[in-house]
């Protein structure tokens, strides 16, 4: 892996933080985006770093071609930026929803657009997304969850068909529940048990698996599930 280099988003904390060391223990060169990188900020000689917020598209696209621009060594994207918010649906502002909808599934396309041209001009590449269990089956107060996990999961199948004559690769990962920060605001999280959840270790070893593979071999999709799916209410 010491010839790649990967935008990874959401690189500060939770799974892409994992994803992040992964890689860059496997001797790759990781470009990290997060809105904040100091929680506690990762030092390492190959981990670049850039505080942007993916919800605010006024500027995204030029910021993301200035980083393709000052490092055309990037082949890969692991796209994992994202927040979950649960509840009726006419709990949620318009404000809300359209925030969510932003960072959880327009930011995703967004930059996905502006990395393309990249890829096919060095006729290779490997995108990973970071989708959800909550992409397989709509549940109960996941209107606004499962609605964007489903069109990135959508995204990621009709993308691949997409690019696949271009040397890219596409692959999403769907994962259940994972003990991390994303359910620090929320009403929920996995049961105690280490049964009860996916580790974020399992998820960045099935995404360094995919890169690793020959490049005639594409992953289309990965579940990933808990032995015993439980759920402890706050």
Known sequence: MKDKCFLVTGSSSGIGRAITIKLLDSGAK????????????????????????????????KIIKKIIQDHPEINGLISNAGYGEFG??????????????????????????????HLKKKEIG???????????????NGTLYCSAKFGLRG???????????????????????????????????????????VSEEDISNAVLSILTLGRNTVVDEINLS??????KFK
């Open 88 to 117: 009726p649906l006419e709990n949620f502002s318009v404000n809300d929803i359209s925030s969510f909808f932003s960072m959880n599934l327009t930011s995703h396309i967004i930059i996905t657009k502006c990395l393309l041209p």
């Open 30 to 61: 990781v470009i990290g985006i997060a809105r904040n990188h100091s929680k506690p900020k990762l030092e390492h000689k190959n981990y670049l770093t850039y505080s942007i917020d993916l919800s605010k598209f006024n500027d995204l696209e």
């Open 126 to 140: 490997d995108i990973i997304f970071m989708g959800s269990e909550a992409s397989l089956t709509g549940e109960k």
């Open 155 to 197: 995204f990621s199948q009709a993308l691949r068909k997409d690019v696949s004559n271009s040397n890219i690769r596409v692959c999403i990962i769907n994962p259940g529940m994972v003990r991390t920060n994303f359910f620090n605001s929320l009403k929920f999280s996995p049961g105690e048990d280490i049964n009860n959840a």
């Open 226 to 231: 808990p032995l015993k799916k439980v759920i």
